[in-house]
């Protein structure tokens, strides 16, 4: 069926950075078939906008949709003994838990205009199975997009690593869990469920398993993920254990390409960057979550000018307490310029970063932009609200004083969010569950 989405401002991140005001929208069977303005095409739905501002739907690159069962804990660590305080905690974690969990994450991410979500699991306790199926379940349920990923960590405390011995895996118990979930994998335009390799950081992940790691995505064709660069102190671990700096690790495990894309990155040298950029490596920017844990702020302008491909995320709501990805896009803007002055970053770059960036570190080219062939994942928002009011650019108000909910998100043309509610699910049966699951995360 053709749904026709009409009376708009549509900001369509394509290369030219085309907006139409007045503009609709002609989807069918998920994908974008034109967006234009004037008489528009036939079609046997409408959707009348009410003359709002659409994006394309926010990608979050980088995300750990268990913590939303632990806000607010060790509110004054920096990485390492926030780290430490949670790893026993994270320990509990099970299939029900991992479910409500997800739920309340990506119910909160798409309220705020996200589409798309990236998770990095790799907390796996001995013995609770099916925790990435649940957040697939969960995801299905509300009708958004997830890369799941299979995570790991297999160097304990006795070891020199950060986590407790009983949280860490076997090696090859990790790499058969991994090749086994190949089969939730979805692959080509439109896909709703993706899986990624992702072995947790290099002071949790031996060397072996980060090599094999690699060679198992390389034959399966899944991208990889990690974390890297995230604090100073993660660099000095790396020059202690491995005798370099992290980017030079990552370069000898064979992780240095454009099949990876790794999370934080706030201190990398002006070599590193041009390395990123020479390989395609990407960077999953997490300003928020980088900023509550006192990391610093990584180097964006200079990756972007290197041609690094950067994406934002919103990262752990242990770390970032609101899974809201349309606030770290002005989060974004701002730690750029705190940076490197206010013309470090505009308004639309930061947007371009939440949405094209993105799908771009995903290895996405269905999404993030919204164009003829592109999956019609989009985000709608009122103009008509307090928060706009005197704003003579609808795309700065957005990011500069928008509001934390989208009126309307539409995953592959089908309402997730309307009204600013979630589509498919009550968001207070999905609270109320979740605070039952917190509950044993409290003692």
């Known amino acids: 069926m053709r749904t026709l989405f009409s009376n708009a401002y549509v900001v369509t991140m394509d290369d030219a950075g085309t907006e139409i005001?007045?503009?609709?929208?002609?989807?069918?069977?998920?994908?974008?078939?034109?967006?234009?303005?004037?008489?528009?095409?036939?079609?046997?739905?409408?959707?009348?906008?009410?003359?709002?501002?659409?994006?394309?739907?926010?990608?979050?690159?980088?995300?750990?949709?268990?913590?939303?069962?632990?806000?607010?804990?060790?509110?004054?660590?920096?990485?390492?003994?926030?780290?430490?305080?949670?790893y026993p905690v994270w320990a509990r974690v099970d299939a029900d838990a991992e479910y409500a969990a997800a739920r309340t994450g990506l119910a909160e991410l798409v309220l705020a205009g996200c589409t798309t979500v990236?998770?990095?699991?790799?907390?796996?306790?001995?013995?609770?199975?099916?925790?990435?199926?649940?957040?697939?379940?969960?995801?299905?349920?509300?009708?958004?997009?997830?890369?799941?990923?299979?995570?790991?960590?297999?160097?304990?405390?006795?070891?020199?690593?950060?986590?407790?011995?009983?949280?860490?895996?076997?090696?090859?118990?990790?790499?058969?869990?991994?090749?086994?979930l190949h089969s939730l994998h979805e692959e080509g335009a439109g896909a709703w469920t993706q899986i990624a390799v992702?072995?947790?950081?290099?002071?949790?992940?031996?060397?072996?398993?980060?090599?094999?790691?690699?060679?198992?995505?390389?034959?399966?064709?899944?991208?990889?993920?990690?974390?890297?660069?995230?604090?100073?102190?993660?660099e000095e671990y790396c020059k202690g254990l491995f005798g370099c700096r992290p980017v030079e690790y990552l370069e000898q495990l064979g992780w240095l390409a454009s099949d990876v894309w790794c999370a934080h990155c706030v201190h990398l040298s002006a070599a590193d960057v041009q390395a990123f950029g020479s390989a395609g490596t990407?960077?999953?920017?997490?300003?928020?979550?980088?900023?509550?844990?006192?990391?610093g702020v990584a180097p964006v302008r200079a990756?972007?000018?290197?041609?690094?491909?950067?994406?934002?995320?919103?990262?752990?709501?242990?770390?970032?307490?609101?899974?809201d990805l349309v606030a770290d896009v002005k989060q974004a803007l701002l730690v750029a310029r705190g940076r490197d002055g206010p013309e470090a970053m505009t308004v639309r770059e930061a947007l371009w970063l939440g949405t094209r960036g993105g799908a771009q570190v995903l290895g996405r080219k269905d999404l993030g932009s919204l164009e003829?062939?592109?999956?019609?994942?989009?985000?709608?928002?009122r103009l008509d609200g307090l928060e706009f009011g005197g704003a003579d650019d609808p795309v700065a108000a957005l990011v500069l004083s928008g509001p934390h909910r989208a009126d309307r998100v539409y995953v592959g043309g089908e309402a997730a969010v309307l009204d600013g509610r979630l589509a498919r699910a009550d968001e207070r049966e999905i609270a109320a569950e979740h605070r039952v699951q917190a509950a044993r995360f409290l003692d």
């Not at 199975?129 to 997009?145: D, F, K, N, P």
């Not at 947790?200 to 690699?214: D, H």
């Not at 300003?287 to 844990?293: F, M």
């Not at 003829?372 to 928002?381: E, L, P």
């Open 21 to 86: 005001d007045g503009a609709w929208i002609l989807a069918e069977d998920g994908f974008v078939v034109e967006v234009g303005q004037g008489a528009p095409p036939f079609a046997e739905h409408f959707e009348n906008l009410g003359g709002a501002l659409v994006t394309p739907g926010l990608v979050n690159t980088h995300h750990h949709l268990y913590q939303t069962l632990t806000r607010t804990r060790a509110q004054d660590a920096d990485l390492f003994s926030w780290l430490k305080a949670l």
């Open 118 to 180: 990236f998770d990095h699991h790799y907390v796996f306790p001995p013995g609770r199975a099916g925790l990435v199926e649940a957040e697939i379940e969960a995801a299905r349920g509300l009708g958004v997009r997830l890369v799941a990923s299979r995570g790991s960590m297999d160097v304990g405390e006795s070891q020199g690593g950060l986590p407790p011995d009983d949280l860490v895996e076997d090696l090859d118990a990790v790499l058969a869990d991994t090749e086994g």
């Open 198 to 234: 992702a072995p947790c950081s290099p002071f949790s992940v031996s060397k072996r398993l980060m090599t094999e790691s690699a060679a198992l995505a390389r034959k399966l064709d899944l991208r990889l993920h990690t974390h890297l660069a995230e604090t100073v102190e993660e």
């Open 282 to 295: 990407g960077v999953a920017h997490c300003p928020t979550s980088n900023l509550r844990l006192g990391a």
């Open 303 to 323: 990756m972007i000018d290197a041609g690094v491909p950067v994406g934002l995320g919103v990262d752990g709501s242990a770390s970032n307490e609101r899974s």
């Open 372 to 381: 003829r062939g592109k999956c019609a994942d989009f985000a709608v928002w």
